[in-house]
Every structure is written in structure tokens, then in C-alpha cells.
């Protein structure tokens, strides 16, 4: 049986005859006498246990990295020890593979011995075993034992006895214990790993892994939060320049930026995979979905935030300071900070200024006070809305806290307030500019500036009243630009900016 990628989002599991590698019948002829040992990282489920609980540790306090590294001298059984010892995993939010596990659960109906056999820690095997309730015997590793490859084996070989056994995994090390089983299983294996199992012996069952397309991995770099920073350039067309080496150095600013923030963007996905999973839109992230792996996030993380850095401390020491700054301010909101309830959404609309500061320092433009102060309780505002698209599907999922969130339900209208009342804050501080500006250098006609308050009210208020209507998700600079009125009241207000500008440039 085999079904295209598109036409299914689940693995499918294509049935094949068990034979002997010359072609004889072989013991999986009548399956229900063997023992099925099943691998938990990568088969049973798409994630790994080690990774999953490494990264609640460092969640935790960073610091545990270093520890990590002193417990891995001493082995990577005592190093997964250690880690379990500290951490508490929800293994009933892991992203298992449902089609194996339909199977085991038949095998089980049918009084089929199933053995859950892991090379994680035997304490969070037994928790995976308790929680699916089809495993009779669990096998893991400990302090002093690896359980992987060729020492999996032997601890298999002296639990099934003589027998024989049924083995199901995914990787190179289990090709070790598939030499020696008289059923193999491939699940969720490269078309390498299928064509050496086969070598070995004819699978019984191989279930495909699910499709990971390219598009995937720039949805987990979120390239359309890029246009967060576009915010860099305000500076330089607040100050109506026109000088194109600035521009060009703030364009490199751009991409810095760019690349750091989709780096921080995978860490805190990492960092919220339990709260992820329990979320009914966000389970589907890449990460959380376990679609990409987390060795893989991490690589990205270690290829895009040290490019960041070289291109930033080569535009000006300046921004590559503010970039760090940055990146621990936004890592420790990844890891405790979102977890307040009113400081997250400070924090946010810091970042969001934050990208202001520094387009103004690699531009060398003196940013005003009044550009700060619009900017700071306007983003205060789109921060609010966030939380409150997010606080409005919980209350209709019927859930009264949001997930890895500081917030209740009940908390939903005290936020609207907040929100609709920042807005409203930063149409009235631009009306101050604006009555500032009169016959000023940059706008000559500032007169005509006025006409950008009935559209800010507009599209502020619109926002809050979609946001009661349920008809914004999670983020509002997602809908802004899927928005038609969004871009109509932006592209007015820039015509409006830039006739009264007429003859202020320089």
C-alpha cells in the first residue's frame, strides 16, 4: 500500500512478506509467539527523550550546561541519568508515531509481549510505558549502562531467551539488533537505514517517515517576522535622509537582525515545545510537531546567531552591543520572562523599540523622544492584542489559563482595556509631535499631518474589534500584512507623511 505525501499527513505502513535473507520462510511466519521490542526515540516517538529533557534543563538555568559537560565525561548513561534526575518531562504531550502505535495496540489486544526498549534513562521510559499502558517490561538505560546499539542487543537477547524476537527501530545503531531478530520493523528510517535493514533481512513492516519539504524550515525561521525589522529604517525616514551610504549600512543592519532573530525564534519554539503541544493552533510548529528535529534547530541556531554577530560587530561595536542585548534579553523572556503576566508584554514592546534604538545608532540619526514614546505604547498595544487573540480562544476552548503563559481567562477584559487605551495613548502623543511640528524643517505643511489620526484610530480600533470577533490568531503583524484595509490605511498615511514632507529632505 503506498499513498503520496499529499494526499496523507501520517506515515504509511507498507506490509511485506518475512522471509529469510536466502529466501526461506522465516519464525516471523507466525508473529503473535514473538516478543515485539520496541526503540522509543525516533520509533515510537518522532523526538528524543535526551534533547527533550536537556532542554528543560538549560530552560531551567543555563548554567546546567556546563554541568552537562562534567556528566558527560563520565558517560552518556550517567549523563541522561543525571538530566532525568532533574527534569519533569510530560511524556503525554511527546509526538508519538501513531500508525506503530495503532499496530502495537492490536498486538496487545491479540496477548502479543511488547517490550519498550530505549536507550533514555529507565525512569522516562517507565513513564512512557505507564502512560500508553500496552508494554509489559521496559528496558532503558542507567548510570553506569548506555543501553544502545550492541549492549541494547545483549539486554534483548537476555530477556526474549531463545525464542527469538521482533524488533522495530530507526537508526544505524539499531541495525546491530536487527541482525540478530527474526522480525524486523523499520519505522521512520532514512531510505539508507530501510536498504541496510533489508540487506540484513526482508522487514515485516517498514513504516515511512512523514515528509519534511523545505518550506517547512523557513516556517520555523519565520522570515515573515523579518518585517519586525524593518522597523530599523524608521529612524532614517523619520529623519527624512536621503545619504545612500547610511541606507546601505542600516540594509546590512536589516539582514543581522534578520538572521538573529530567526535564530531566537527556534530557541524559544525549543523552549516551548511542552506549552506548544498543548496549544490547539501551535502544536502543528515544526518543532513542536517534532516534523524537524531538535538537533536539527539547534544546528540552525548555531549556524545563523554567530553570522549574525560577525555581520553586526562588523557594522559598528555599538550595534553588535545592542545585538547581544538583545539576544539575552529575548533568550530570558524565552525562558521565564513570558511566564509574567504584564511583563511579557513589556518586554515585548521593548524589543519592538529596541529595533528603533538601533537603526538609529548604525544610521548615526538622533532619535527623538516623541518617536520613542509613540513607538513604545504603540507596540505596548499590538503586544496586548497578542496575548488577548491567544486569552480569547482559550476561553473558547474552554481553558481557563493559557498554556506557558502568566495569564487567566478571567484576566481577558482588564488586557483589552490596557490595549485599547496604549493605543489610544499613542494616537494622542502624535498629536502632540504633530502640533510641535508647525512650519518645522521636516514637514513644511505640517498641517496636513492631521489627516494621520483619524487613520490611526481607525486601524486601531478595527484591530480591537476583530480581536472581540475572534478573528485574529496569535499575531497581529501576521494579519496586518494579510490584511487589505491594513495596507490601505498604511499606504494613506505614508502619502499623507510624505506630502507634508514636501521640501524637508535632505
Not at 10 to 16: D, G, L, S, W
Not at 76 to 81: E, F, I, N, T, V
Not at 159 to 177: I, K, Q, R, S, T
Not at 315 to 344: C, E, N
Request: proline share 5%; charged share 15%; glycine share 6%.
Amino acid at each position: 500500500m503506498s499513498v503520496s505525501p499529499g494526499t496523507s499527513p501520517r506515515p504509511v505502513a507498507r506490509m511485506q512478506a518475512s522471509t529469510q535473507v536466502d529466501g526461506s520462510q522465516g519464525v516471523a511466519a507466525n508473529p503473535v509467539g514473538l516478543p515485539v521490542y520496541v526503540d522509543l526515540d525516533g520509533t515510537l516517538t518522532y523526538s528524543d527523550l535526551l534533547f527533550e529533557s536537556f532542554l528543560l534543563l538549560i530552560k531551567r538555568n543555563p548554567f546546567y550546561l556546563f554541568a552537562c559537560l562534567g556528566w558527560l565525561l563520565r558517560g552518556r548513561g550517567y549523563l541522561k541519568a543525571q538530566i532525568a534526575e532533574r527534569v519533569a518531562l510530560d511524556v503525554s504531550l511527546l509526538p508519538y508515531n501513531d500508525t506503530l502505535l495503532s499496530w502495537l495496540r492490536e498486538q496487545h489486544a491479540r496477548g502479543r509481549r511488547l517490550v519498550l526498549a530505549s536507550a533514555s534513562d529507565r525512569r522516562l521510559v517507565q513513564q512512557v510505558a505507564a502512560h500508553l499502558g500496552i508494554f509489559d517490561a521496559v528496558l532503558g538505560s542507567d548510570t553506569t549502562l548506555n543501553l544502545k546499539s550492541r549492549a541494547k542487543l545483549q539486554a534483548i537477547q537476555a530477556d526474549a531467551g531463545d525464542g527469538g524476537f521482533a524488533y522495530a527501530g530507526n537508526a544505524a545503531p539499531d541495525l546491530a539488533v536487527w541482525a540478530h531478530a527474526a522480525e524486523v520493523i523499520v519505522v521512520n528510517a532514512s531510505p539508507a537505514i530501510v536498504r541496510r535493514a533489508q540487506a540484513l533481512r526482508t522487514p515485516t513492516m517498514v513504516i515511512d517517515p512523514h515528509p519534511v519539504p523545505l518550506l517547512l524550515t523557513f516556517k520555523a525561521l519565520r522570515l515573515y517576522q523579518w518585517a519586525k525589522n524593518g522597523l530599523i529604517f524608521v529612524p532614517l525616514l523619520a529623519a527624512h535622509e536621503l545619504n545612500p551610504d547610511r541606507w546601505l549600512m542600516t540594509l546590512y543592519a536589516f539582514i543581522a537582525f534578520g538572521m538573529c532573530a530567526s535564530a531566537t525564534y527556534v530557541i524559544n519554539d525549543l523552549f516551548d515545545l511542552a506549552s506548544d503541544r498543548a496549544h490547539p493552533r501551535k502544536h502543528k510548529r515544526p518543532f513542536a510537531s517534532a516534523r524537524l528535529s531538535i538537533p536539527f534547530g539547534l544546528g540552525l541556531v548555531g549556524t545563523l546567531l554567530p553570522l549574525s554577530f560577525l555581520l553586526a560587530l562588523w557594522i559598528s561595536l555599538p550595534f553588535f552591543l545592542l545585538m547581544v542585548l538583545y539576544v539575552v534579553v529575548t533568550l530570558s523572556y524565552s525562558a521565564r520572562l513570558k511566564q509574567i503576566a504584564i511583563v511579557d508584554v513589556l518586554i515585548l514592546a521593548s524589543l519592538y523599540t529596541h529595533r528603533i534604538i538601533a537603526g538609529g545608532e548604525v544610521s548615526d540619526v538622533v532619535i527623538s523622544n516623541w518617536l520613542l514614546a509613540v513607538s513604545l505604547f504603540m507596540f505596548l498595544s499590538l503586544a496586548l492584542v497578542k496575548r488577548c487573540a491567544e486569552l480569547e480562544f482559550m476561553n473558547e476552548d474552554g481553558r481557563t489559563t493559557a498554556a506557558g503563559r502568566g495569564y487567566r481567562t478571567s484576566d481577558l477584559q482588564y488586557l483589552i482595556s490596557m490595549g485599547i487605551a496604549s493605543g489610544f495613548v499613542a494616537v494622542m502623543l502624535l498629536a502632540l509631535y504633530i502640533d510641535r511640528q508647525d512650519n518645522g524643517q521636516l514637514y513644511p505643511h505640517s498641517d496636513i499631518l492631521w489627516l494621520i489620526l483619524p487613520l490611526m484610530l481607525f486601524w486601531i480600533m478595527r484591530l480591537w474589534l476583530k480581536i472581540s470577533r475572534m478573528e485574529i490568531h496569535d499575531d497581529p503583524l501576521l494579519f496586518a500584512i494579510t490584511d487589505r484595509a491594513s495596507w490601505v490605511v498604511g499606504f494613506l498615511a505614508a502619502s499623507v507623511a510624505l506630502i507634508a514632507s514636501i521640501g524637508g529632505w535632505k
